[in-house]
């Protein structure tokens, strides 16, 4: 779903519907946002850790969509709660989740240079 948005935004075609999807699978628990994987993604990576693959991948979309959108923080949160030390579970989940906060900050680094 993640990758149709992003892939629906950058072709300027209609994404809504996937969009729609992925917001729907947001869930929220306090303070805390992450999206649940699909029953494709549990078949696919049979393995844990698919919910922090997952809310990277998410977190990337809502920021590329509306770097000002209030679950983003509710997202970094859960990331940062769902670490062991310093690394997310696994290679890969570290890695997804690493990227994501690159892109954050990277836009963050841009606009800090713009003002």
Same mark, same amino acid.
């Given at each position: 779903l993640a990758y149709l948005v992003l892939l629906g935004r950058e072709r300027g075609e209609n994404f809504a519907p996937f969009w729609n999807e992925l917001q729907r699978r947001a869930q929220v628990d306090g303070r805390l946002t992450h999206f649940k994987p699909t029953a494709e993604v549990k078949n696919a990576m049979p393995s844990v850790g698919q919910e922090r693959f997952v809310t990277a991948l998410? =977190?990337? +979309? =809502?920021?590329? =969509?509306?770097? *000002? *959108?209030?679950?983003? !923080? !509710? +997202?970094?949160?859960?990331l940062m709660v769902n670490r062991t030390d310093n690394y997310w579970g696994n290679t890969r989940d570290t890695a997804w989740v690493l990227e994501a906060f690159t892109e954050l900050q990277r836009f963050t680094d841009t606009e800090e240079k713009m003002t």
């Open positions: 998410g =977190l990337r +979309v =809502l920021h590329a =969509l509306n770097p *000002d *959108d209030t679950r983003i !923080g !509710g +997202v970094i949160r859960y």
